[in-house]
């Protein structure tokens, strides 16, 4: 059945890539994922000036967002909600809503190896509390084979309690760990996010799913 119409591709501002309306492999068809937001992971290294690593954008089903969190949050102000934690708690508390953080590599100075320990940097502490270790050494051994580069393209979709992995369209693992799950999505959209300005636009687009 086609769904109602996409919304345009969506390009991110700092780094130039364009992120399509809606994920590819359904695009057309009800309760495809539809883009929330985009922005960019900056970092600073040392004798450069502050580089832009990657793009990222979060893909959500835009009918279970809104009949999970809608009540919840009805009467709030959309400039309000998309600054508002319990938003993006809400989403990651909720694993019936599919999510779908695509990253596209954006300089050639990253290596897999920087990559990851950034990420493990993030996961680890919770997952070592919740005795889920093994998920992250899991986790990381997906990438084994991957070889970083400008344009690498690299998908992480939540469904459920399952985290499948995707790199350069080719699916490298699913890994059954809520935990995991939530963890990695929080590294974007916790208190302290990796990029601040992917979660603003990313909480502006949820809040206009949930309002509408």
């Not at 309306?21 to 960019?40: M, R, T, V, W």
């Not at 508390?93 to 050639?108: N, P």
Request: aromatic share 6%.
């Amino acid at each position: 059945m086609l769904g109602a119409t996409a919304p345009p591709p969506l390009t991110e501002q700092r780094t130039g890539v364009s992120f399509p309306g809606e994920l590819e492999y359904c695009a057309g068809h009800d309760g495809c994922p539809i883009i929330a937001g985009a922005g960019a992971r900056t970092k600073k290294i040392a004798g450069l000036k502050s580089l832009d690593v990657y793009a990222l954008a979060l893909f959500v089903d835009q009918g279970a967002v809104r009949s999970s969190l809608g009540g919840m949050f009805s009467g709030t102000d959309a400039a309000s909600l998309a600054q508002d934690q319990r938003l993006f708690d809400e989403l990651l508390r909720h694993e019936d809503i599919e999510k779908t953080l695509h990253i596209v590599i954006t300089s050639g100075v990253v290596k897999q190896k920087a990559f990851l320990s950034a990420l493990e940097e993030r996961l680890k502490p919770r997952l070592q509390a919740a005795g889920q270790l093994a998920a992250l050494d899991t986790f990381k051994r997906q990438f084994d084979d991957a070889a970083f580069r400008k344009g690498l393209e690299i998908t992480f979709t939540a469904q459920g309690d399952k985290l499948t992995t995707t790199i350069d369209s080719m699916q490298v693992g699913a890994i059954a760990s809520p935990e995991l799950t939530r963890t990695l999505l929080d590294v974007y959209l916790g208190a302290d996010p990796a990029s601040k300005g992917a979660k603003e636009s990313i909480g502006h687009g949820l809040a206009s799913m949930v309002l509408a």
